[in-house]
């Protein structure tokens, strides 16, 4: 069983930057691939990045690349979003999940094994 809990979120001009964070319960956190979605009002939920359990591949949506990194630390059990640039159109709420399986974060997301809670993340114009 693995939790996941999401921090970092908030209000940031067009062209700032976040960092959000995710921290996971479970012995078993380092075996896990970890990944980063985000949904938007009225939009469906999207796959931002992954990275896989050792954090060595990593794999982002076209949208993100060269603004976004993903990290992780396994001796800490936690994830991290680095967003730079940031842009209205990213105010979603971000996720974080976690699963066995690195292809399924950006193939089969409906599929993932755990989900956090989500953390707002509003960019103002």
């Known amino acids: 069983q693995v939790q996941l809990v999401e921090s970092g979120g908030g209000l940031v001009q067009a062209g700032g930057s976040l960092r959000l964070s995710c921290a996971a319960s479970g012995r078993t956190f380092s075996s896990y691939a970890m990944g980063w979605f985000r949904q938007a009002p009225g939009k469906e939920r999207e796959f931002v990045a992954a990275?896989?359990?050792?954090?060595?591949?990593?794999h982002y949506a076209d949208p993100v690349k060269d603004r976004f990194t993903i990290s992780r630390d396994n001796a800490k059990n936690t994830v991290s979003l680095q967003m730079n640039g940031l842009k209205p159109e990213n105010t979603a709420v971000y996720y974080c999940a976690a699963d066995p399986d690195f292809p399924r974060m950006y193939a089969l997301s409906s599929r993932l094994r755990y989900w956090g809670q989500g953390t707002q993340v509003t960019v103002s114009s």
């Open positions: 990275t896989t359990w050792s954090g060595y591949t990593t």
